[in-house]
Nanobody, 123 residues
Framework: VQLQASGGGLVEVGGSLRLSCAASGNFVEINSMGWYRQAPGKGRELVAH??????????DSPNSAKGRFTISRDYAKNIVYLQGNNLKPWDTAVYYCNAYVKYTDRGHYVREWGQGTLVTVSS
């Protein structure tokens, strides 16, 4: 599968952004899709995930995006979106799309990553 992320860029503090990630290629099924982020000098952290049944999971780190970011998904097009509002300087990070993909009917889900898109929040 190829995960193509888009929508990153420079945003002012308090502004909004919308990231998209489209999955393409040959696969049987995608279970959960979502977003992680990695700020400069820090580890990668969960932003949000949505599984094939619509169950949501948001990260809960101290400066997490919970409450300001909303994840959604177009199941027919295999696209996951991340809407971020009231952005803060600590939201600056590379945002990575990921998905759990099954390539054969009897296979296991494989975790795949997109290339990342940079979001810079300026103050």
């Amino acid at each position: 599968v190829q995960l193509q992320a888009s929508g990153g860029g420079l945003v002012e503090v308090g502004g909004s952004l919308r990231l998209s990630c489209a999955a393409s290629g040959n696969f049987v099924e995608i279970n959960s899709m979502g977003w992680y982020r990695q700020a400069p000098g820090k580890g990668r952290e969960l932003v949000a995930h949505i599984d094939k049944d619509g169950e949501l999971n948001y990260g809960d780190s101290p400066n997490s995006a919970k409450g300001r970011f909303t994840i959604s998904r177009d199941y027919a097009k295999n696209i996951v979106y991340l809407q971020g509002n009231n952005l803060k300087p600590w939201d600056t990070a590379v945002y990575y799309c990921n998905a759990y993909v099954k390539y054969t009917d009897r296979g296991h889900y494989v975790r795949e990553w997109g290339q990342g898109t940079l979001v810079t929040v300026s103050s």
